[in-house]
Nanobody, 123 residues
Framework: QLVESGGDSVQPGGSLRLSCAAS????????MGWFRQAPGKEREGVAK????????YRSDSMKGRFTISRDKGSNALYLHMSSLKPEDTAMYYC???????????????????WGQGTQVTVS
C-alpha cells in the first residue's frame, strides 16, 4: 500500500515536497517512482529510483528542478519539486513494483502498486 501526501496549491516558482509512505509489505529495495497526470492528458512517469539507488528523470527539465529520494529506514519515497511551473499542475502518484530493477519504468503497466494520488496545482 502506498499513501502520498504533500500536494498543495503554490505559485509559479514555488517548491513542494511530496511524500509517499509504503507499507511494510513492500521491500525496501523495490523499484519506486512518481507519475503524474494532468487534466485531459495521459499519466506520465516523472522519476524513478531502483533498489540500489539509481535515479532517472523523465527529462532534463525535471532533472534540474525535481529530486527523487528514498528513506529505506522508514520505507518512504519523496519528490522535492522546485521552480514549479503551471504545466507541473497534475495529480501525482507514487508507484512501486516488487522487483528491485525498473525496466520500462515509464510504462504504467510496469508497477504493482499505485497510491491514491496527491494534487499539485501551480497558478
Amino acid at each position: 500500500q502506498l499513501v502520498e501526501s504533500g500536494g498543495d496549491s503554490v505559485q509559479p516558482g514555488g517548491s513542494l515536497r511530496l511524500s509517499c509512505a509504503a507499507s511494510d509489505e513492500l521491500s525496501i529495495n523495490a523499484c519506486m517512482g512518481w507519475f503524474r497526470q494532468a487534466p485531459g492528458k495521459e499519466r506520465e512517469g516523472v522519476a524513478k529510483i531502483n533498489g540500489v539507488g539509481t535515479i532517472t528523470y523523465r527529462s532534463d527539465s525535471m532533472k534540474g528542478r525535481f529530486t527523487i529520494s528514498r528513506d529505506k529506514g522508514s520505507n518512504a519515497l519523496y519528490l522535492h519539486m522546485s521552480s514549479l511551473k503551471p504545466e507541473d499542475t497534475a495529480m501525482y502518484y507514487c508507484v512501486a513494483r516488487a522487483l528491485s530493477w525498473c525496466s520500462k519504468w515509464r510504462a504504467t503497466t510496469s508497477y504493482d502498486a499505485w497510491g491514491q494520488g496527491t494534487q499539485v496545482t501551480v497558478s
